[in-house]
C-alpha cells in the first residue's frame, strides 16, 4: 500500500509526465481524504501555477495533509494518581480486541504493569480471543460471564487495577454501531461507572478505525465523538486495502488525531503515529 498515491499518480500518467485536473482530482478523491482537503490541494496547485506533474501533486497532498496531522502521536506515560484508564471504542470488525492486545505489549514492553479487561460481553468469542491473548503476553485479563453488565465489569476492573497498583488499564468494549442510540448510551454508563472509582477516569478513549472503510469512518468518528469524546485514533489495516486518508479528513472534521497504528497480524505491527512515514506510506 505504501505511496497509494503516487501509484495512482504513475499508472494515470506511465513516465509522470503532466496529467489533467480530472484525473488528479479522481486520484484525491479516491485517497479517503475528503472533499476539503482535496479541494484546497487543487487549490494550491492552482495558485502556485504548479504543473500537474506527479511529483508536484504528491508535494501538495503532503503538504496540505500535514496540516492536519501532528508530528507525532501523543504517546501514553503512566500517572502518580493512579492507573491510567483507556476505553477502547468503535464498530465491529476494526479491530478493537487485537488493537487492546497490541498497545499492552507494547506497554509492558516498556516495563510498564498493564491489566485487561474484557468489556466485550455481548460477544463470547471477544472475551476468548482476549483471553488467548492476556496468555500469550502474560498479560492478566478481568472478564465476566456471557451477557454481563459491561460497566459493572470495567468498574471491578478498575478497583483491580487500583488493587494491583498497575500503571494502565485497557478496556476492550463491544463493537458498537453509531447509529444505535442505546448502544452508545451504553459506553456513557461505563464512563459513569470508572467515574465512581476515579473522577477523571477514562483518561483516554480511542477510536479503533479501519483504514478500509473509507469515509464511513470520518461518520463513526463523528457520532462517537459526541457520544463519548474521543482523545485519539488507533488506525487499523494499514497492510491492506487502507489508504490512510482517512485519518486527515477525521481531524479536520473533529480535530481528533491518529495516536497509534496498527500494521499486521503481528504483535510488533503495532507503533505510535509518525507523520512523517505516515504520509509517505499514505501518499
Known amino acids: 500500500m505504501a505511496g497509494w498515491l503516487k501509484g495512482v499518480l504513475g499508472r494515470l500518467t506511465g513516465t509522470h509526465e503532466a496529467v489533467d485536473w480530472d484525473e488528479v482530482e479522481a486520484a484525491l ?3 479517503d481524504l475528503g472533499a476539503p482537503t482535496a479541494t484546497a490541494i ?5 495558485d502556485q501555477g504548479l504543473s500537474l506533474h ?3 501533486v504528491l508535494e501538495a497532498a503532503r503538504s496540505e495533509a500535514a496540516k492536519h496531522l501532528p508530528e507525532k502521536g501523543v504517546d501514553l506515560v503512566p500517572s502518580s494518581g493512579g492507573p491510567v484508564v483507556i ?3 468503535g464498530v465491529n470488525g476494526t479491530g478493537k480486541t487485537t488493537s487492546s492486545a497490541k498497545l499492552a505489549s507494547l506497554l509492558k514492553s516498556r516495563g510498564h504493569s498493564v491489566l485487561l479487561c474484557a468489556a466485550d460481553t455481548f460477544r463470547a468469542a471477544a472475551v476468548e480471543q482476549l483471553k488467548a491473548w492476556g496468555e500469550r503476553l502474560s498479560i ?4 465476566s460471564t456471557y451477557g454481563s453488565d459491561p460497566a459493572a465489569l470495567c468498574h471491578d476492573a478498575l478497583a483491580k487495577a487500583k488493587r494491583l497498583k498497575a500503571d494502565f488499564l485497557i478496556c476492550d468494549t463491544a463493537g458498537r454501531l453509531h447509529t ?7 459506553l456513557a454508563k461505563v464512563r459513569r461507572s470508572l467515574g465512581k472509582l476515579d473522577p ?3 483518561h483516554e478513549v480511542f477510536l479503533v478505525a479501519d483504514t478500509t472503510t473509507g469515509s464511513n469512518a470520518v461518520v463513526q468518528a463523528r457520532e462517537f465523538h459526541a457520544a ?3 482523545t485519539g485514533l488507533i488506525l487499523t489495516k494499514l497492510d491492506g486495502s487502507g489508504k490512510g486518508g482517512v485519518a486527515v479528513a477525521i481531524a479536520r472534521e473533529t480535530g481528533v488525531h491518529p495516536r497509534f497504528l496498527g500494521t499486521g497480524e503481528g504483535e510488533a505491527d503495532f507503533a505510535l503515529f509518525d507523520r512523517s512515514s505516515f504520509l509517505e506510506r499514505m501518499l
Open 29 to 31: 478523491w479516491q485517497s
Open 42 to 46: 487543487l487549490k494550491a496547485l492552482k
Open 54 to 56: 506527479a511529483d508536484n
Open 87 to 89: 476505553l477502547m471504542v
Open 140 to 143: 492478566e485479563v478481568v472478564s
Open 180 to 186: 444505535k442510540d442505546n448502544l452508545m448510551q451504553e
Open 200 to 202: 477523571s477516569a477514562p
Open 228 to 230: 463519548t469524546p474521543l
